[in-house]
């Protein structure tokens, strides 16, 4: 239980940090990125044929993202000025231009058989104080979490359900985390890379979108005539965002790689769509909100597959495919029904909201 929960907390937090960078083009700018997997792929296969030529991980993760970030400027200088359908209808044909590239350019990338057996971070045996250290910095992580949903969770009812999930959680993450670095293995270790990673983004970006720079990219969201009117060279600030957005998803391409396994098919562009529910769930333009909902999106995507949930899946006479489809039709009736009551998310912002303007 204890290495399934270590499993869950890699992936929500790998999925926050991916949504994290859409966010901050799609909800804090106002660009539509349909094709933000394309980034995360750029960063999970540099990362990986880099480290096993012998560069070190740090290095080839920073490798990674600048070239994701150089995509986000490709993509950006051809396809920034146009409007907002062109621009969707372009990013997803360019993750599908990445995927179909990894999947054919064998002598590269391995085609359909992936990459396997590349080096990953925190494979060793740490020594008993050591491992003491590593729970201690978890212990700051967590207490940083709780203090700042603590923080929202006093405001109102929607944010009290939402944080008091998320708060949960944390704590699960803390007791199960400690255990597993005080026995330790490497996916204990990639835990805490992980969150430390998703801390670091997290504060980066909210000094970002709360700074005299971030304020710009708000008021472009919102009407990009006025910060023109008023001397800002919009078209800048776009690329800006784009590629900042992309680096950051291709860092996550590196845990991404970590955490599964690098094939082609696994950059589909269901892994954007689900980024986008992520980022609806929690509220556009809110970081904090962005990871409470990967929390929310994995604890249900995990949960419906317990055995409690598969007994009533065989009551219904549904097949192993059927439930696949009827799980993903029950997220869609739950975002009908967000987009409904509450179409600024959990912890979001009604006047700040870009559907629909």
């Not at 050591?130 to 603590?150: D, Q, Y």
Request: hydrophobic content about 50%.
């Amino acid at each position: 239980m204890v290495n399934y929960f270590v499993f869950l907390t890699i992936s929500a937090a790998t999925y926050a940090l991916f949504s994290l960078g859409l966010n901050l083009q799609w909800g804090v700018t106002g660009l539509i990125n349909f094709g933000h997997v394309a980034f995360m792929a750029i960063g999970a296969y540099s990362t990986v044929l880099l480290s096993m030529q012998g560069v070190p991980i740090p290095i080839a993760v920073l490798i990674g993202a600048s070239l994701s970030a150089l995509l986000g400027l490709l993509i950006g200088i051809s396809t920034l000025r146009l409007r907002e359908d062109y621009l969707g209808i372009v990013t997803i044909g360019v993750s599908e231009l990445v995927r179909l590239v990894a999947k054919n350019e064998a002598w590269l990338t391995k085609g359909t058989f992936g990459i396997q057996g590349y080096p990953v971070p925190f494979n060793f045996q740490p020594e008993y104080p050591i491992r003491l250290l590593l729970i201690a910095w978890l212990t700051v992580l967590c207490g940083l979490g709780l203090w700042r949903l603590g923080m929202w969770t006093r405001v109102e009812m929607s944010r009290v359900i939402g944080g008091s999930i998320a708060i949960i959680f944390v704590l699960t993450v803390y007791v199960c985390g400690a255990l597993s670095l005080y026995t330790y293995d490497s996916r204990a270790g990639l835990m805490l890379l992980t969150l430390t990673t998703l801390t670091i983004v997290y504060i980066g970006l909210e000094k970002l979108v709360n700074s005299p720079w971030g304020r710009i990219l708000k008021a472009i969201r919102e009407d990009e005539e006025v910060p023109r009117a008023l001397g800002k060279n919009v078209f800048w600030y776009k690329l800006q965002a784009f590629m900042l957005g992309g680096a950051i998803a291709g860092i996550s391409g590196a845990f991404y790689a970590w955490q599964f396994t690098v094939f082609p098919d696994n950059f589909e562009p269901l892994i954007t769509f689900n980024a986008w529910i992520i980022i609806m769930l929690g509220g556009s333009g809110n970081n904090l909100g962005t990871i409470i909902g990967a929390v929310i999106f994995w604890g249900y995507y995990e949960l419906t597959r317990a055995e409690f949930f598969k007994a009533f899946f065989r009551a219904l006479h549904l097949d192993d495919t059927q439930q696949g489809a009827f799980r993903i039709m029950i997220i869609g009736l739950i975002l009908m029904l967000l987009m409904v009551l509450r179409p600024q998310g959990i912890l979001g912002k009604k006047e700040e909201l870009t559907l629909g303007r």
